[in-house]
């Protein structure tokens, strides 16, 4: 459907991407405001906040790739069969990387484009303040951020596809620890370092209890401020805490900042990443060969579907990374949700979403399947632990999930 408005001065038009509008505000595109409750409607309004500006551009720019990827498979391939063949019209607006923007970009899409539901934010402050919005609208909220907090308020509309922060932040210790057992290395210290918003306070609190179970000592257990500029004395208080493998849960130019500081001080002990920084592309540009054996959590990795993720990487140049991913599993659950509910009314595919298994298309890239449980948690999702090698990301712990073997101190372990 085509619409004869005239985009308001001062916003841009993209016809070339199905008719998207990015501002720092709102992006709005309409086929002349279609009711979403129509029987059979030609287009379905699906909301994207993501920070297309600011400290987590990058981020945003991956996450509104993989979700316009989906997008588009599905409008080729004949649209929502359940709904007549109705064609998803993404609305995509910049959050910037301030939560309360994202709340107010959140509060108008609702308002001007009656979106049948939204996905966003990457960053878990933006995606808990965009939360408290669609909550009180009744709109559907889909999710890869991480914060327990996302889905530990009762809340109805929010659906959290990877796993919670903590036990992502438990499944970093725990699978490292195993790594270095397989290696024959007996840990009893270790050190994290977190920044201070809601996905490292998260995931720090994950590291601690691990530790705390395995009895392993934390030697250092720090905060720092998001967008940290002089990583010195954290880099001299690790050097000097006895430390034998260190846990980095932080963004990206944090994560270069401490790795190549680390490095440059010839500090050489495991460094183990908190996924965000440490597993994308840019990371490993910008560190060269500082990045080779860095390991990470991941809540997915591109390398165990390569006959999907490969599509993204033909489009845009670049391997699919994991918010990239899981925003596709997003969509084409939320795709599912709207074919078999037969409808597009929020409602409805809220009550779908908590009660089904999704497990066609893209719903299937992370674990084979999604499944929601009464708080909106993916009760499927299972974290893996990956490893920088030769450029690449590769997936190497558990065992059986890996597609290469992991290494220790320079060393491969073998099977």
Known sequence: ?????????????????????????????AAGF????????????????????????????????GIELVADEINAAGGIKGLG???????VADGTSTPTTAANVAQRMISQNQVVAILGAFASSLTIAISEVTERRGI???????????????????????????????????DTLAIAKAAGESVSKAAIMYEDT????????????????AGVELVMDDAYPLGITDVTPLITKLRNSGAQMVFPVSYLNDSLLI??????????????????????PDFVKGLGDFSNDVLSVSPANYDRVPEMTDRFRKRYGYFMVHEALEHAVCLGVLAEAMDIAG??????????????????????AMTGAVKFDETGLNTLAKPVMVQWQGGELRTVWPKDLA?????????PISA
């Not at 559907?140 to 919670?164: C, E, H, W, Y």
């Open 140 to 174: 559907p909220l889909l999710t890869m951020s991480f914060a327990d907090q996302i889905t530990g308020r009762g809340f109805k509309n929010i659906f959290q596809v990877v796993s919670k922060a903590s036990v992502i932040g438990r499944a970093q210790f725990d």
């Open 85 to 91: 063949g109705a064609k998803i019209n993404l609305i």
């Open 403 to 411: 597609t290469a073997p992991a290494r220790w101190k320079g060393k």
């Open 34 to 65: 279609p009711a979403i409750v129509r029987a059979q409607p030609k287009e379905i309004n699906v909301g994207v906040i993501m920070p297309l500006s600011g400290a987590n551009a990058q981020f945003g720019i991956n996450s509104r790739n």
């Open 198 to 213: 809601a996905y490292g306070t998260a995931q720090a609190k994950g590291l601690r209890a691990a530790a705390g179970q």
């Open 343 to 364: 409808s597009s009314d929020p409602a409805k595919v809220r009550e779908t979403l908590h009660k089904e298994r999704f497990d066609k298309g893209w719903s299937t």
């Open 1 to 29: 459907m085509k619409s004869d408005r005239r985009p308001e001065p001062g916003r841009s038009v993209d016809s070339t991407r199905r008719g998207l509008v990015a501002a720092a505000g709102v992006a709005t595109v």
């Open 259 to 280: 790795i190549r500081t680390m490095r440059q001080q010839q500090i050489d002990i495991p460094a183990i990443g908190g996924a965000a920084g440490y597993v994308i």
